[in-house]
């Protein structure tokens, strides 16, 4: 299994911004698609962006526009830049590696609270 060390969680008032961070082995970052997901309290996990190894984003309507997922070759790591912030992006973000097959590598996560 591979890590995925997270970052940039936080705390941040409703219009705020926040990056997370998400950096994986060189052998992992080239050969699977990465994604961001989110869980909220009392709600099922869900997609909030995922990239392929070759750049190409797709965005969750409901972050569209706001977030913006990136990647950086060199130093193996994907981030999500998160603007305009609202309290309904309140949740747990992880980072996934995700495979042809097998099983998904998951980050810890790291918590995203945005006051009202």
């Known amino acids: 299994q591979v890590q995925l060390l997270e970052s940039g969680g936080g705390l941040v008032q409703a219009g705020g911004s926040l990056r997370l961070s998400c950096a994986a082995s060189e052998s992992i970052f080239s050969s699977n698609r990465m994604a961001w997901y989110r869980q909220a309290p009392g709600k099922q996990r869900e997609s909030v962006a995922t990239?392929?190894?070759?750049?190409?984003?797709i965005y969750a309507d409901s972050v569209k526009g706001r977030f913006t997922m990136s990647r950086d070759n060199a130093k193996n790591t994907v981030y999500l830049q998160m603007n305009r912030l609202k309290p309904e992006d309140t949740a747990v973000y992880s980072c996934?590696?995700?495979?042809?097959?097998?099983?998904?590598?998951w980050g810890q996560g790291t918590q995203v609270t945005v006051s009202s």
């Open positions: 990239m392929s190894t070759r750049g190409n984003a």
């Open positions: 996934a590696a995700i495979p042809r097959s097998g099983t998904i590598a």
